[in-house]
């Protein structure tokens, strides 16, 4: 079993529309980092959030400690955050990865 | 923007070979990292390191890997004799401290071998 999950793994939406993607996770964690990779692959935070909520721009991300799960929410969605979303936790001096979300948004 | 350097942004390699990966940090970082993506798979971690010493290893990073920081800039990543396994995509990241704080990444490494 992964230790960090996220769904949905594919994810097509219309421009406009509203986003979520979902992570949940099962060891320890002190902190949880949302980030996005883009097809020729280079990897670039998002988020780090321990608790609570962050908003950056269109991006939000919350995070429940206690039920070990963050949600990465994307408003008004433009073709250019087609991309790959990945959770990753930090757990005793490395990140932990989900397999990613791939989010296609067109036009 | 500061950024975490990587070269070379591809390589292709004979099985066997010995590989040097090299990653800049960003400067005034003091955790490195070290991890891989084989193809359509997920991120994988290989090595921590932090004030001259790994601080945590995984079960990928056996004998055939190390990592250096031979100056005040450089964290390099070395295979000694590659196989066809080892064809990943590499990524060094930095951060100011272990915890709590944005970790930056390279653009990475296309490691090919053949």
């Known amino acids: 079993k992964n230790e960090v999950e996220q769904s949905p793994q594919n994810l097509t939406a219309q421009e406009g529309e509203f986003i979520t993607i979902n992570c949940s996770y099962s060891?320890?964690?002190?902190?949880l980092h949302w980030l996005q990779q883009h097809p020729g692959g280079g990897i670039v935070s998002l988020f780090m959030?321990?608790?609570g909520k962050k908003k950056h721009g269109r991006l939000i991300a919350t995070i429940n400690i206690q039920e070990k799960h963050s949600s990465l929410h994307i408003t008004a969605s433009h073709p250019r955050d087609s991309a790959v979303y990945i959770c990753?936790?930090?757990?005793?001096?490395?990140?932990?990865f989900g397999t990613g979300t791939r989010l296609q948004v067109f036009p | 923007e500061p950024e975490v350097t990587q070269t070379p942004s591809h390589q292709v390699t004979q099985m066997g070979q010995e590989v040097i990966l090299r990653c800049v940090p960003i400067?005034?970082?003091?955790?490195f990292y070290w991890y891989r993506q084989i193809l359509g798979q997920k991120v994988e971690f290989l090595v921590s390191?932090?004030?001259?010493?790994?601080?945590?290893k995984s079960e990928i990073f056996d004998d055939q890997f190390s990592v250096e920081r031979p100056d005040g800039s450089n964290f390099t990543l070395k295979i000694r004799s590659t196989k066809l396994e080892d064809s990943a995509m590499y990524f060094c990241?930095?951060?100011?401290?272990?915890?709590?704080?944005?970790?930056?990444f390279g653009e990475g490494s296309w490691l090919t071998v053949v």
């Open positions: 990241a930095s951060s100011e401290v272990a915890e709590g704080n944005t970790i930056y």
């Open positions: 060891v320890g964690i002190s902190a």
């Open positions: 959030l321990s608790s």
């Open positions: 990753a936790v930090y757990n005793t001096d490395k990140l932990i």
């Open positions: 400067s005034n970082h003091l955790y």
């Open positions: 390191f932090y004030n001259n010493e790994i601080s945590e």
